[in-house]
């Protein structure tokens, strides 16, 4: 596979990924918001929600995607034209940025950074930049709030989440994602290795506080005070028409998904199956199959993973903003920390 | 930490509402193909009798909203008895509600004294145009059709008007 991969010239290579990129930041996105914004919502709300576009509604994004694409290009007389109109666009570049780490197979990734953990978590904080550039440029109040709010908040929740992941990358030893899946499919529980070691039976503690920390990062409800479509009028997205907020839409519900993969792979074993189940020890004795296989497998935890976020979207109110700040540095950051200590104390002991 | 049974208890209530959706269909009904039948006493649109109005005005000047426009001459109408003065009646030349402005409070409903205005059910007006909400003599007269037989007076209670 990887070979063939390499008689591709150089161009024709990051054809490939570009194309598999937009298909692995798209593919997610679209399905998320078919399958939980309108259908899952809807039924937890006793309501069928869209149902005339298409068989049960399916084709009702694309009505919506082109509803946007007809819509004026508003810009505010006092903004700041240029931050206003790259706004958007550093926030989905961010998304994109974040899938180019994630492994999808043995061989299906786009790179291959050997800290990759660190690049991922690096990245996603540029998203903050474009929000905040978004909220100052739209010279609008309600904007310059939920523009503040947003960076107050992404800033408290990063730390959580990278503490959280602190204690996956001690215990794998590696902060490269592809190691890390390895680490899991190949690793035993006590010297049963039927299930691999998914990093979720050890690290349980690190991955509640890494998906409420996603949570907050996605500015999902109990924790989209940024947002606050009831009093911020959508925040720092108030100003946004058209095509422009379509890329903050597509945005927050790719880096959605992108953050379910990411999760998949630091704490459910990512693309693989347990190593044992086929016989294989390591990297190198995969069947290339799984290239193909281990994108649905990803696939699969993904949704399971998003349904669990959107779950609690749809379930609870929205936090005060000091609930919210107290809740990151003195419940989350406090219980990262004694998982990492926790966690580095064992990794010495075994 | 006392919390935390409750927000379990939270997330259980919207799942079991989605299995219940998913396996019982949904409290909503799709409307264009399937409509619900209002209740009876519903407001969805006024109706004019317009034999009963005497362009007293009353409705008119009552509407928050000025909505209601009423214009009207008097003419002599033949005496009752012979040898008698013929009789003046007012005649309506325009009743006009505009349901773009209406706030379907029914004020003009409970206000006149001729039974001239009453509430129907019907509720599919809505119109391309916001002019086309302008309902005339006609068509207000049109909902008469559609308003609902008044319920029956309970045992007992003061019956006013013909004995």
Redesign the interface.
Known sequence: MYALLSSIPYWGQTLLRLLGGAVAVLLPAGTIVYLFLFKMMSFMQSRLGPMEAGPYGSMQLFAEVGKWLQKEDLLPERADSFVFKIAPLIVLSSTFLLVAVVPFGPDAWFTNFEAGVFYALAVSSVSVLGILMAGWSSANKYSLLGGLRAAGQLIAYELPMILAVVGVVIQAGSMNLQNIVVAQNAGSIFGWNGLGNPYLLTQFVGFVVFMIAVQAELTQTPFDMPIAESELVSGYMTEYSGFRFLMFFIGEFATAGVFAFIASVLFLGGWGVPFSWFGWSGINDVDSWMNVGGPLIMLTKMLGLVFIIMWVRFSYPRFREDQLQRFAWKVLIPVSLVNIMATSVLKVAF | MAKVPG?FK??G???G??V???THG???V?YPHVKEAPPVRARGVIALHEGNCTSCMLCVRSCPDWCIYIEGHKELAPPRRAGGKPRAVNKLDRFDIDYALCMYCGICVEVCPFDALFWSPEYEYSEPRIADLLHDKAKLGEWMETVPAAPELEVGADKKGKK
Do not use: D, K, P, Y
Request: charged share 5%.
């Open positions: 927000l939270g997330l209530v919207t799942f509402t989605m219940e959706t998913i949904a409290n909503t799709q």
